[in-house]
């Protein structure tokens, strides 16, 4: 059973940063692509940022976090990461860990997602 | 960018009737477009992928239909489970990953 479980979420004051991070289990974790996609309280769902997997080389942000979120994956503990920096009231948020797959760019497996609080 | 509109809003039915969602995209995206269901408090799941196919264990009640700029999600009839918001999405081109304001399906 695939299984991501995100953690690292928090209240940090704006300019501050904070780092996720998802464990995953249950798949072959090094092929697949994998993402962070937020969702605002009572808003829908916005792409944050994916790393691709071992067939492939690319890093995607959103424009809206390019420049101080970075993602990371280390393939030998199965876990993928989002250090964000500078942060802004506007980067509050549930943040999901999401499994790309069906020829990557759809979200076939999320976490239940990780809590970030952006406030003075 | 391309832009996806979903329709309604809300869309306030009976259990055993059947759902009809909208998304509708500022330009072609082929068939390049999915479908996922978010209930309260749950992270969202994959229904639909390619515009018309099942995700893995999806009920065969929930249909896909659509290409270019018109797409369509049928419930063909509701389960009190299938209460939930619905988010369309586009992989076509740059930033790859782009959702639609999301439908409430809300029981009437």
């Known amino acids: 059973e695939v299984q991501l479980v995100e953690s690292g979420g928090g209240l940090v004051k704006p300019g501050g940063s904070l780092r996720l991070s998802c464990a995953a289990s249950g798949f072959t974790f090094s092929v697949y692509t994998m993402s962070w996609v937020r969702q605002a309280p009572g808003k829908g769902l916005e792409w944050v940022s994916s790393i691709a997997g071992s067939s492939n080389t690319y890093i995607h942000y959103a424009d809206s976090v390019k420049g101080r979120f970075t993602i990371s994956r280390d393939d030998a503990q199965n876990s993928v990461y989002l250090q964000m920096n500078s942060l802004r009231a506007e980067d509050a948020a549930l943040y999901y860990c999401?499994?790309?797959?069906?020829?990557?760019?759809?979200?076939?497996?999320w976490g239940q997602g990780t809590l970030v609080t952006v406030s003075p | 960018e391309i832009v996806l509109t979903q329709s309604p809003a809300t869309l306030s039915l009976s259990p055993g009737e059947r759902a009809t969602l909208s998304c509708r995209a500022s330009?072609?995206?082929?068939?390049?477009l999915a479908w996922y269901q978010q209930k309260p408090g749950q992270a969202p799941r994959l229904l639909i992928y390619d515009a018309s196919n099942r995700a893995t264990g999806i009920p065969a009640r929930f249909t896909g239909s659509g290409s270019g700029t018109d797409f369509t999600l049928t419930i063909s009839s509701l389960e009190p489970e299938d209460f939930a918001f619905y988010y369309c999405q586009h992989r076509t081109n740059w930033p790859w990953r782009t959702f639609g304001q999301g439908t409430e399906v809300q029981i009437k």
């Open positions: 330009q072609s995206v082929s068939n390049f």
């Open positions: 999401a499994r790309e797959d069906y020829g990557d760019y759809y979200f076939d497996s």
